[in-house]
C-alpha cells in the first residue's frame, strides 16, 4: 500500500491542493504501521462529514492548527515555564510558549496568560492551587517566618496542609448548569475544598443575583467561581465582581464554554469576564475554535502562582499543543472571528426559537448565547433515549440535566445543543430552521417501550423508520451544502480502507 504515491500519480500536473496532499501523506505514514488505526482516521472524517454537529462543547479547528500537532515538538520535555526549566534544550519550546501566550493576552486583553493546561478540568486545578498557595500557603510560611516549604517542621506542615484544606469554594450547581469542576461531590473539587452551591431561580432558569450575594454573605468563600457548560443566559460580572470583593473572596470565571465569544467581542462590558475576575480558566477548542486544551488568565497578582502548574498539577507540557494554541488564538484575533462570534449567537437564538415554534421545549425559553437547552420530558422522552434517537438520524447532540432533574445525570431529561460547529461550517438562519424542524419532527415520533420489568423504559424506544429516513436526507442536503474539510478527497481513500 503507497497512499502518497498514488496520490502524487494521480494529481500529476494539477494545482497543488497542500492540505489534501499533507492530510495524504500523515495518512501514508500511519497506514504504514496500522492500517486500521489510518482507517479509523479516515472513517472520523467521513462519519463528521454525515452527521450533523451540534455539540456545544465541540468545533472544528482550521487544517493549520491540527497540522502545527502533529510535529516532532511532541517528543521534548519541558516542565517548568518558558525560560525557567527543569530540562535542557528547551530554548524552542520557550519560544513556542513565549508567542502563544502573547498571543493569547492580545487576544483577550489579559494581564498574563499560562498556556500549559491539557484539559479545562487541568486549568481549573492549577487555579486552585494557584489561590490557596496566594491565599493560605504563602502568609502561613510567613507566620512560620520561612519561605521554602522543605524547611517547615511536620507539625508545621500538617497544620498548612489542614488549613489548604477547609477552604470554602461557591460554585454553580452541576443540575443549574455548572461543571463537574466546581464542586460535584463525585470530582475532586469537592474533595479540596468545603464546596456549597448555589442554583438557578425555579420559576426563570436563570441565576437570582440578590439570592447569590445573599450566599456569598452567608458562606464568605475563599473562591466564587463563576461559569457554567450548561446555562443558556448571560452573567452580569461586573456585579458579581461587586459581591465578591464585598465578601473578600477571589473571583474566579470559568469560560470554557464562551471563551469565543468574549475572544471575539460578542460577549462585551460588563459580560467580559477577563475584565472583572482575579482568574479565568478556559478550554481552547469549543467556541474559541482552536486544539483540544485549556489555559488560565489572571492579573499579574497570580501570575508567578499560576505559572507553578508544574509541579503542582501537571507535568510535561505538550510543546505540539502550544504551537497549535499560538495558531489558534492568532486566528481568533481577527475581523472575520468577530464575525463569526457574533453569528454563532444568532444562529443559537434563530434555532431555539424555531423549535418553540415547532412546540419543543426550551429552557429559559430561548439563549443568550450559543446553548440551546432542550426539554424531552414534556414530551415523554428521556435525554438518553432522545440522543440516540436523533443521532439515528444524522443529529450528534449529547443530553443533558435540566435544573432540578428528576432523571438524574445519566438519563436526563434535557438535551443539550449549541451552534458554534455549524456556524463553522458557514450555516445561517434557513439552516437553523431546518435543524429545528427535523429535531422536532424526529422527537415527537420517538416512542418508549417497556423494559424486561414490564415498566416504561428510560432508554429503550421505537422510531417510525420513515421519519429516520426522512430525516437522514434532509440532514445529508444540508452537509452536501456544507462540507467539512472540502480540501479533503475522503473518497480517494475508499480503495485502501474498504
Not at 174 to 194: C, E, I, K, P, V
Not at 436 to 449: F, H, R
Amino acid at each position: 500500500m503507497d497512499i502518497l504515491k498514488d496520490y502524487l500519480t494521480k494529481t500529476a500536473g494539477q494545482e497543488l491542493n497542500r492540505e489534501m496532499l499533507t492530510f495524504t501523506a500523515n495518512i501514508d505514514m500511519v497506514a504504514q504501521r496500522d492500517v486500521n488505526v489510518a482507517k479509523t482516521i479516515v472513517q472520523e472524517l467521513i462519519d463528521q462529514r454525515s452527521h450533523l454537529k451540534l455539540i456545544a462543547s465541540e468545533n472544528f479547528c482550521t487544517l493549520p492548527v491540527q497540522s502545527a500537532m502533529g510535529n516532532l515538538l511532541t517528543d521534548k520535555y519541558a516542565e517548568g515555564y518558558a525560560g525557567n526549566r527543569f530540562y535542557a534544550g528547551c530554548d524552542n519550546v520557550d519560544e513556542i510558549e513565549r508567542i502563544a501566550s502573547q498571543e493569547a493576552c492580545a487576544l483577550f486583553g489579559a494581564q498574563h496568560a499560562y498556556v500549559q493546561p491539557h484539559s479545562g478540568a487541568d486549568a481549573n486545578l492549577v487555579a486552585f492551587w494557584a489561590i490557596l498557595r496566594k491565599h493560605v500557603q504563602t502568609p502561613a510560611l510567613e507566620r512560620f517566618n520561612e519561605k521554602n516549604l522543605l524547611n517547615i517542621t511536620r507539625e508545621q506542615w500538617d497544620e498548612i496542609r489542614i488549613e489548604m484544606g477547609n477552604q470554602k469554594l461557591l460554585g454553580m450547581d452541576l443540575y443549574s448548569g455548572g461543571h463537574l469542576t466546581h464542586g460535584y461531590r463525585h470530582n475532586a473539587s469537592a474533595q479540596m475544598f468545603d464546596c456549597y452551591n448555589y442554583h438557578v431561580n425555579k420559576e426563570t432558569g436563570l441565576l437570582d443575583y440578590e439570592n447569590l450575594r445573599q450566599m456569598l454573605h452567608e458562606v464568605k468563600p475563599l473562591i466564587f467561581l463563576i461559569g457554567f457548560s450548561a446555562y443558556p443566559g448571560n452573567i452580569d460580572y461586573e456585579i458579581l465582581k461587586k459581591y465578591a470583593d464585598e465578601v473578600g473572596a477571589v473571583m474566579m470565571v470559568d469560560m470554557a464554554h464562551f471563551a469565543g465569544l468574549v475572544a471575539g467581542g460578542a460577549l462585551a462590558g460588563k459580560y467580559n469576564p477577563v475584565a472583572y475576575a482575579d482568574i479565568c480558566t478556559t478550554t481552547t477548542h469549543k467556541t474559541l475554535r482552536g486544539p483540544r486544551g485549556g489555559m488560565v488568565l489572571c492579573t499579574e497578582a497570580y501570575a508567578e502562582y499560576v505559572d507553578k502548574g508544574c509541579p503542582h498539577v501537571i507535568g510535561g507540557p505538550l510543546p505540539h499543543v502550544m504551537a497549535a494554541k499560538a495558531l489558534a488564538f492568532k486566528e481568533a484575533n481577527t475581523p472575520e472571528f468577530r464575525t463569526y462570534a457574533a453569528k454563532i449567537i444568532e444562529n443559537s437564538k434563530h434555532l431555539a426559537a424555531c423549535l418553540v415554534k415547532n412546540g419543543i421545549g426550551v429552557s429559559t425559553g430561548t439563549t443568550e448565547n450559543h446553548i440551546v437547552l432542550v426539554d424531552v420530558a414534556s414530551l415523554g422522552l428521556t435525554g438518553r433515549q432522545a440522543e440516540n434517537a436523533l443521532r439515528e438520524c444524522g443529529l450528534t447532540l449529547n443530553r443533558n440535566t435540566l435544573p432540578f432533574d428528576v432523571n438524574g445525570p445519566w438519563y436526563t431529561s434535557g438535551l443539550r445543543l449549541g451552534t458554534p460547529a455549524t456556524t463553522t461550517l458557514g450555516m445561517g438562519k434557513d439552516e437553523m430552521a431546518e435543524i429545528a424542524d427535523i429535531i422536532a419532527n424526529v422527537l415527537k415520533n420517538v416512542k418508549p417501550t417497556l423494559d424486561k420489568k414490564g415498566n416504561v423504559s428510560k432508554a429503550r424506544y421505537t422510531l417510525d423508520e420513515g421519519v429516520k429516513t426522512d430525516s437522514i436526507k434532509r440532514i445529508k442536503a444540508i452537509l452536501d451544502r456544507f462540507v467539512l474539510y472540502p480540501e479533503i478527497d475522503v473518497e480517494f481513500f475508499a480503495k485502501y480502507f474498504a
